[in-house]
T-cell receptor, first 112, second 116 residues
Framework: LAKTTQPISMDSYEGQEVNITCSHN???????ITWYQQFPSQGPRFIIQ???TKVTNEVASLFIPADRKSSTLSLPRVSLSDTAVYYC?????????????FGAGTRLAVHP | GAVVSQHPSWVICKSGTSVKIECRSLDFQATTMFWYRQFPKQSLMLMAT?????????EQGVEKDKFLINHASLTLSTLTVTSAHPEDSSFYIC????????????FGPGTRLLVL
């Protein structure tokens, strides 16, 4: 059973900022939050990972409140090529490795 | 960095034959690799966890004799679908953990299997 809940789908337009929120009420102390992007017939691509507060890289930002029960992936100024499925996963190390269980993901459609 | 490859990218086979899929970490050593299966319009389903030099750990409902996993080196894991049937047709994806004690996984491009 997936540990996360995300909106099934979202729509946006080119140039807009998109925020996808993920709920993970039962996140464990050693769990990290990771977001992946997947295009059809491709493997998921790592976007960003964080533990708490805010993380930013060249493609996205990840906002995590103090209670860590949710997180928000922020994509600045999306383009048509950002149309994809976005997965939020939580997981931590157990026995030295991190087993990820995928939920349904959010299908983002970016329109011209 | 952190590139994972899979071979072949797609394969078509006859029912009853076996198919081997390779997963390689190209620029890092992966002590742990994972195998997933994805059906159309669905999410990824974890099949098994593969640790170098030891037996794979299979998820509930995944037949270990059907899906043979070998992780003989720190850069290579293989998944063999034995006696494949049309219901095994799917998109198979592997991932590799960056290092022991690291949470990040990087995924391969996937292998499309079609069993006729």
């Amino acid at each position: 059973l997936a540990k996360t809940t995300q909106p099934i789908s979202m729509d946006s337009y080119e140039g807009q900022e998109v925020n996808i929120t993920c709920s993970h009420n039962n996140i464990a102390t050693n769990d990290y939050i990771t977001w992946y992007q997947q295009f059809p017939s491709q493997g998921p691509r790592f976007i960003i990972q964080g533990y708490k507060t805010k993380v930013t890289n060249e493609v996205a930002s990840l906002f995590i409140p103090a209670d860590r029960k949710s997180s928000t992936l922020s994509l600045p100024r999306v383009s048509l090529s950002d149309t994809a499925v976005y997965y939020c996963l939580v997981g931590g190390l157990s026995g030295g490795y991190n087993k990820l269980i995928f939920g349904a993901g959010t299908r983002l459609a970016v329109h011209p | 960095g952190a590139v994972v490859s899979q071979h072949p990218s797609w394969v078509i086979c006859k029912s009853g034959t076996s198919v081997k899929i390779e997963c390689r970490s190209l620029d890092f050593q992966a002590t742990t690799m994972f195998w997933y299966r994805q059906f159309p319009k669905q999410s990824l389903m974890l099949m098994a966890t593969s640790n170098e030099g030891s037996k794979a750990t299979y998820e509930q409902g995944v037949e270990k004799d059907k899906f043979l996993i070998n992780h003989a080196s720190l850069t290579l894991s293989t998944l063999t679908v034995t006696s494949a049937h049309p219901e095994d047709s799917s998109f198979y994806i592997c991932s590799a953990q960056l290092a022991l004690g690291q949470e990040t996984q990087y995924f391969g491009p996937g292998t499309r299997l079609l069993v006729l």
